[in-house]
């Protein structure tokens, strides 16, 4: 199993998105995809999203567009990144409950609606398209965003990210070994691969 | 060329400088070896030593050691850490003005002794003793510790590091290219040969 970390404002989590099911299927491992509020844990931490931070902000952007060109896939932040991940990752949950694959095709078209079309994912009515796009009703995505059940599981989801250390996105566990940022995907692949060191 | 930024105290900073020539050597380019202070940029972006940071603290002490045991090479944080580079730092320069070359082999032996044998290089005699490894001359090793114009070198370096918008270490910069970190190296290695994109 590898579980993955993952905050749905954050473009380095998009990129480990797109890699981190490659990475599992070489090794014959399932991906647990858990999005939680990073915001939550810069509390803990202090940190705070890259593109507030002076020097490093404008070298983010520009790491992203660099990143995106090399994978040839387009890639734009969306209005108002960093946006608050609360709707697509209550959406995630509800739709895990009921149907796991269902929540990761839901995931990966949320990422790309927020990083690739520009949607803007903190309007309920966007994040509940997204949702029909995986398959899911309308009525009840819309129902779901409100209901009080799935804000406590993003909740705890969040809780839970603290208590195991998770400190930024993404962030992968295997075999209880962290590894933080997209950029360390190939270090967890000869990982697995050679069963640590 | 390849620009070559850097922090003795940072551990990152330490595994670039053992890969960097390399890189460099593939694409037969020149290195140019730029100590600076990060302590002085974070006046600017308000980022913080990693050490200093809750659960990223912990986790970059485990990742050094993940790295060094995955590299085959001793590890340890010297005491202090992180310590005031700037004895080294103006070691480094002192040497520059006089045998290039001198000055990058002391840069390797400076960051061995702090990251592979706990010497403590905040002490002036510990690094004039690293200087005449390198082939200097102990007793003018110290007095370039204390002169004036070591000390303003050193300043002129970071200055120029914020000027360049150089945030982190190791911070390498090719052909007007940024990388931050240790593992942008195989980005830039493959920047180099594609000639970008």
Do not use: C
Not at 124 to 129: I, L, R, S
Not at 141 to 169: C, H, I, M, N, Y
Request: glycine share 8%; aromatic share 16%; charged share 25%.
């Amino acid at each position: 199993m590898i579980e993955f970390w993952f905050d749905f404002s954050s473009p380095y989590g998009f990129f480990g998105s797109l890699e981190v099911e490659d990475v599992a299927r070489r090794h014959g491992r399932r991906v647990v995809w858990r999005p939680f509020m990073l915001g939550a844990v810069f509390k803990t931490t202090g940190m705070r999203p890259f593109t507030d931070i002076p020097l490093r902000g404008d070298y983010s952007i520009r790491d992203w567009k660099r990143i995106a060109r090399m994978k040839g896939i387009p890639f734009a932040l969306p209005p108002g990144h960093p946006i608050n991940p609360v709707h697509p990752a209550r959406l995630f949950y509800w739709l895990e409950s009921r149907a796991p694959d269902q929540a990761v095709d839901f995931a990966r078209l949320a990422y790309r609606a927020i990083f690739q079309e520009g949607a803007d994912l903190r309007e309920p009515e966007v994040a509940a398209a997204i949702a029909t796009r995986a398959g899911a009703d309308r009525t009840e995505a819309l129902a779901a965003l409100s209901a009080p059940e799935w804000k406590d599981r993003f909740r705890a989801a969040t809780d839970e990210a603290v208590a195991r250390q998770v400190f930024g996105s993404p962030f992968f566990i295997v075999d209880g070994e962290p590894f933080w940022g997209w950029d360390r995907l190939p270090m967890l692949d000869r990982w697995i691969a050679s069963g640590g060191w």
